[in-house]
């Protein structure tokens, strides 16, 4: 039974090893010289809080990685150079600048193209690669639920629900899935009357009863970590013969609903066999053309290897996943980095030679993890 395990490609870290924290370093020929990775950053306020914590600096340090906030007020191939981009910015503006980039600075590694976020960005294109793998081994089976999109006029929703053959309850999801608080809530419809109350656009999705459970796979390059998250209660045949109406949840499966420490039922707890989730992940990587994503995963009650993947995440939270630095919560990101940069441009490496230092510049801030 796999109740204590966790995938990655991370190697232990000695705290006592941990290199003291520093806030800003400048590129140039001043004192220690050795290899670095240099990451461009380009993210919201909010992730570079949650993302870019101060104890990450000293480790990514230690690994010859160097994060340097990218200055949105001027022009991108002026700053740099960069082996890699990092970014969670929304936009077309945004996107096209990235694009130009990529085109005029095909030697650096873009965490993630544009064009293939996007596709995450609407619900009824998100699942359908995982719909289109088909995906069945002696490991188990791996779908998404029967959904419906709708996207105007909800006083037809029960007809279209009826003429596709969707079976209540359902949960019902913003079509648009951009990151926002309100693109993460969802609501839980018990019958045909209260479906005209829900707002379009939106996705419908039949509930599947998975032990009030779900397994958020996060994945980084080819680097994986699975943990348990508290979801919506099964809903029983009395109870849905019972209960009306539309129930709504702000969000389910945040940090602070983690089931890892929970005493649970050893068939619901059990997590997905490794080597499930690897092809899993290796196939949507290579169809998504995706390094930093998340997935979330339910096990159908009552069996042990029906699995559905019920929603995927661009660049997801990683500071919110459990553990401290010894953990592959930060070893899985510094440790994956460099490969990608590596993988990238193994025609011709742009490895080069920077000095780090402690004194400040107004040009160069290295935040941290």
């Known amino acids: 039974m796999r109740l204590e395990e966790e995938f990655s490609h991370c190697d232990h870290y000695d705290e006592e090893e941990q290199p003291e924290t520093i806030s800003q370093c400048s590129i140039g020929g001043l004192q220690q010289q050795q290899k670095v990775v240099v990451v461009g950053y ?3 306020s909010k992730k570079i809080k949650s993302f870019l914590q101060p104890k990450f600096e000293g480790l990514a340090r230690n690994k ?21 981009v ?28 544009p064009d293939a976020i996007q596709h995450l960005h609407n619900r009824q294109s998100m699942l359908q690669c995982v719909a289109d793998m088909n995906l069945s081994n002696s490991y188990g089976k791996v779908g998404v639920p029967r959904q419906l999109v709708i996207k105007k006029d909800a006083s037809s929703i029960a007809d279209d629900v009826n003429k596709a053959g969707l079976i209540l309850p359902l949960v019902a999801k913003p079509l648009v899935a951009d990151g926002s608080a309100k693109s993460h809530e969802l609501s839980l419809a018990y019958d045909q009357y209260s479906l005209q109350k829900l707002e379009p656009p939106l996705v419908l999705q039949e509930f599947v009863n998975h032990g009030g459970v779900l397994f ?9 970590k699975v943990v348990r998250r508290f979801s919506l209660p099964d809903v029983t045949k009395r109870e849905l013969s019972k209960v009306k109406g539309v129930f709504r949840f702000p969000r389910v499966s945040c940090a602070a609903a983690s089931a890892d420490d929970a005493d649970l039922d ?8 490794r080597p499930l989730l690897e092809r899993l992940a290796k196939e949507l990587r290579r169809r998504l053309g995706l390094r930093l994503f998340n997935l979330d995963i339910i096990r159908e009650h009552g ?25 592959p919560k930060h070893q899985m990101v510094v440790d994956t980095l460099p490969p990608l940069y590596r993988h990238r441009v193994i ?6 030679r920077v000095s780090l230092s402690t004194q400040p510049s107004s040009s160069v801030v290295a935040s941290s993890w």
């Open 42 to 44: 380009a993210l919201t």
């Open 303 to 327: 069996t042990r290897d029906n699995f559905y993947v019920i929603d995927i995440n661009y660049f997801p939270g990683y500071g919110k996943m459990p553990g401290t630095l010894q953990s």
């Open 347 to 352: 025609l011709g490496s742009r490895w080069r």
């Open 64 to 84: 010859g990685i160097l994060f340097v906030a990218i200055d949105q007020n001027r022009p991108l191939s002026d700053q740099g150079p960069f082996d890699i």
């Open 86 to 113: 990092l970014h969670k910015l929304t936009g077309k503006e945004w996107r096209q600048i990235l694009e130009d980039y990529r085109q005029t600075h095909p030697e650096v590694t873009v965490l993630d193209p």
């Open 266 to 273: 050893p068939r619901v707890a059990e997590l997905p066999p």
């Open 216 to 224: 958020k796979v996060y994945i980084v390059g080819e680097a994986i």
